[in-house]
């Protein structure tokens, strides 16, 4: 069965001080990895696509890559608008185009 | 602008009253689904759509109803709704649905069944 677990569930970071969210997951044919940023009350904003092990994605203080069995979310220097939750997710080899997705790790980042 | 729109984007009815909740997009996908959000149950699909008249049951289908007869449009319809159906609900769409394409989100919809 596919699955995607983010951890931690939570993580409170101090401006500057970065850090990595972890996405494991188990997945049969690996489509896309992809990571979402979520502010609260809003939809799933489009953050990276990695496709293969090995492959890296960076956008402003943003990194995201790609292992066999997990991808990494890091965060270099955060500042505090960087606050949400970050939303991982899989899509297998179905033909449904159906995401899976974890329960989200909330970032809180203090001035 | 590309974007997912949905409408009401909030909601409260009572059960059994049948309503709709619309979905457009203006990026000329092909693909387009239903998701809800759940506390501890993260997001779950509810229907997907590959194309005009091709539609199909995601993990969650019960107590839903969807159509596709243009391009643009994926209503989702709650044809008796029930409280287990209060949750966030959000449209999406991409070019494709096989192929790791991105799937872009709607602004979401709150719906409270009392």
């Known amino acids: 069965e596919d699955q995607v677990t983010q951890s931690p569930e939570a993580l409170r970071l101090q401006e500057g001080e970065s850090s990595s969210l972890n996405c494991s997951y188990t997945?049969?044919?690996?489509?896309?990895l992809f990571w979402y940023r979520q502010d609260p009350g809003k939809g799933p904003e489009f953050l990276f696509t990695l496709y293969s092990a090995g492959e890296e994605k960076e956008k402003e203080r943003l990194k995201a890559t790609l292992t066999k069995k997990e991808s990494f979310l890091h965060i270099t220097a955060p500042k505090p608008e960087d606050s949400a939750t970050y939303l991982c997710a899989v899509q297998g080899s179905g033909n449904t185009g159906k995401l899976i997705f974890g329960q989200g790790t909330t970032l809180q980042v203090k001035p | 602008e590309a974007q997912v729109t949905q409408n009401p984007r909030y909601l409260i009815t009572v059960t059994g009253k049948k309503l709709t909740v619309t979905c457009s997009q203006n990026m000329n996908h092909e693909y387009m689904s239903w998701y809800r959000q759940d506390p501890g149950l993260g997001l779950r699909q509810i229907y997907y759509s590959m194309n005009v008249e091709v539609t199909d049951k995601g993990d969650v289908p019960e107590g839903y109803k969807v159509s596709r007869k243009e391009k643009r449009n994926f209503p989702l319809i709650l044809e008796s709704p029930s409280p287990n159906q209060t949750s966030l609900y959000f449209c999406a769409s991409s070019l494709g649905g096989r192929a790791g394409n991105t799937i872009y989100f709607g602004e979401g919809s709150w719906l409270t069944v009392v």
């Open positions: 997945v049969s044919g690996l489509r896309g």
